[in-house]
């Protein structure tokens, strides 16, 4: 069974870095394209990071500078290091895999405020 789940959200001051977590089962995750979204209050849903089994990762352009996805593939895990962080950058952060179909963590939140 494919399961995604994220991890270490929380409340940052502005500034601050947070490492996410995406614990993957049920599949190999090095072997699949794997994303990170985030939903804002309010907002649509956005990019913030894909990473692939064979290209370096992509960032939407307003993270690239902040942002990382390194993967463990020892753990099956894959991370979304953010630093410099910025209150709009608050939102619930997901963890998406693709296989047959797009398959959906639960999300975990981010909140940025000091």
């Known amino acids: 069974q494919v399961q995604l789940v994220e991890s270490g959200g929380g409340l940052v001051q502005p500034g601050g870095s947070l490492r996410l977590s995406c614990a993957a089962s049920?599949?190999?995750?090095?072997?699949?394209?794997m994303s990170w979204y985030r939903q804002a209050p309010g907002k649509e849903r956005e990019v913030v990071a894909t990473i692939t089994s064979t290209k370096s990762p992509n960032y939407a352009d307003s993270m690239k500078v902040r942002f990382t996805s390194p993967r463990d593939n020892a753990k099956n895990t894959v991370y979304l290091q953010m630093n410099s962080l910025k209150p709009e950058d608050t939102a619930v952060y997901y963890c998406?895999?693709?296989?047959?179909?797009?398959?959906w963590g639960r999300g975990t939140q981010v909140t940025v405020s000091s």
């Open positions: 049920g599949f190999t995750s090095s072997s699949y394209a």
């Open positions: 998406t895999a693709v296989l047959t179909r797009v398959y």
